[in-house]
C-alpha cells in the first residue's frame, strides 16, 4: 500500500493551483453548545494567547474546532480547519482524521463523523468531512504546520482572517451545522409495521424512538 504519497502540487481542470496530488480533505468538528469551552492554545509551550479567539460563552451555538496555519505555509497565518493532502490509498474520512490528529491532537474515537461536503474543481476536489465531537475538549497545536488552535462559536467564524478556500464555502458548512427539526407522525408509522405493534403499543413507541435518536 501506498505510504504519505499525496504531496504535491496540482493543477486542476480549472486552471487553479491545489496542494494535494490525490485531492485533499479537512475535518469540520463541532462541539454542541456549552457554557465554556477550553481556551486556544498557541506553539509556544502550549500556552493560551492572548491574541487568539476567547473560549466560547454561552449562546446556544456550536462550537468549531478551528487552526491557524503556520506563517511559512500556504495563506500562512489565516484560520481554517486542519486538514491537507490526501494519500492515495486514503478516503476523504481516513484523510480528515489523520490530519486533525497530526496537526490538533484530535483524538480520532472522540468524534463521529456526520456527513462531507465535498468541493469539486474538476481533476482534484476537497472533501470537508462535519464531525461531531460530545464536548468541547482540550487541543493543542501538535506539528509545525499549526500556529494555534481555538474552539470557537459559530457567529464568531467570519470575523477571523479565514483561509480563503474555507471563506468561500463557509456560508454552506454553516447551514449544515444548523439543528434540524423531524415532525414524525408516530402512529401511522408504527401502525405500518405487521410487527406485533398492536400487542404493546408503549414498547413500539419507544423503540420508534430509539431508532430516530440514532439517525
Same mark, same amino acid.
Request: aromatic share 8%; with cysteine.
Given at each position: 500500500?501506498?505510504?504519505?504519497?499525496?504531496?504535491?502540487?496540482?493543477?486542476?481542470?480549472?486552471?487553479?493551483?491545489?496542494?494535494?496530488?490525490?485531492?485533499?480533505?479537512?475535518?469540520?468538528?463541532?462541539?454542541?453548545?456549552?457554557? $465554556? +469551552?477550553?481556551?486556544a492554545t498557541s506553539a509556544a !509551550?502550549? &500556552?493560551?494567547? #492572548?491574541?487568539? /479567539?476567547? *473560549?466560547? %460563552?454561552?449562546?446556544?451555538?456550536?462550537?468549531?474546532?478551528?487552526?491557524?496555519?503556520?506563517?511559512?505555509?500556504?495563506?500562512?497565518?489565516?484560520?481554517?480547519?486542519?486538514?491537507?493532502?490526501?494519500?492515495?490509498?486514503? $478516503? +476523504?474520512?481516513?484523510?480528515?482524521?489523520?490530519? !486533525?490528529? &497530526?496537526?490538533? #491532537?484530535?483524538? /480520532?474515537? *472522540?468524534? %463521529?463523523?456526520?456527513?462531507?461536503?465535498?468541493?469539486?474543481?474538476?481533476?482534484?476536489?476537497?472533501?470537508?468531512?462535519?464531525?461531531?465531537?460530545?464536548?468541547?475538549?482540550?487541543?493543542?497545536?501538535?506539528?509545525?504546520?499549526?500556529?494555534?488552535?481555538?474552539?470557537?462559536?459559530?457567529?464568531?467564524?467570519?470575523?477571523?482572517?479565514?483561509?480563503?478556500?474555507f471563506a468561500a464555502h463557509w456560508?454552506?458548512?454553516?447551514?449544515?451545522?444548523?439543528?434540524?427539526?423531524?415532525?414524525?407522525?408516530?402512529?401511522?408509522?408504527?401502525?405500518?409495521?405487521?410487527?406485533?405493534?398492536?400487542?404493546?403499543?408503549?414498547?413500539?413507541?419507544l423503540r420508534l424512538r430509539d431508532?430516530?435518536?440514532?439517525?
Open positions: 500500500m501506498a505510504d504519505r504519497d499525496g504531496n504535491g502540487w496540482v493543477r486542476c481542470r480549472l486552471g487553479h493551483r491545489h496542494w494535494g496530488r490525490f485531492g485533499a480533505a479537512g475535518m469540520l468538528l463541532y462541539a454542541p453548545a456549552a457554557t $465554556s +469551552a477550553p481556551a !509551550a502550549d &500556552e493560551p494567547a #492572548a491574541d487568539e /479567539p476567547a *473560549a466560547a %460563552t454561552a449562546d446556544g451555538e456550536p462550537r468549531l474546532l478551528l487552526q491557524q496555519r503556520a506563517w511559512w505555509s500556504h495563506h500562512g497565518g489565516t484560520w481554517g480547519l486542519p486538514g491537507g493532502a490526501r494519500d492515495s490509498h486514503e $478516503s +476523504a474520512i481516513g484523510a480528515a482524521l489523520r490530519e !486533525a490528529a &497530526e496537526e490538533c #491532537a484530535v483524538p /480520532p474515537d *472522540a468524534v %463521529t463523523v456526520r456527513g462531507w461536503y465535498d468541493d469539486d474543481h474538476g481533476g482534484w476536489s476537497y472533501g470537508t468531512v462535519i464531525a461531531q465531537a460530545r464536548s468541547a475538549f482540550r487541543v493543542h497545536p501538535a506539528s509545525d504546520e499549526t500556529i494555534a488552535t481555538a474552539w470557537v462559536s459559530a457567529p464568531e467564524v467570519s470575523s477571523l482572517d479565514l483561509h480563503p478556500g456560508p454552506e458548512l454553516r447551514e449544515a451545522l444548523r439543528p434540524l427539526t423531524v415532525i414524525v407522525d408516530a402512529a401511522n408509522v408504527i401502525g405500518s409495521r405487521p410487527d406485533g405493534w398492536w400487542r404493546d403499543r408503549a414498547g413500539a413507541a431508532q430516530l435518536a440514532a439517525l
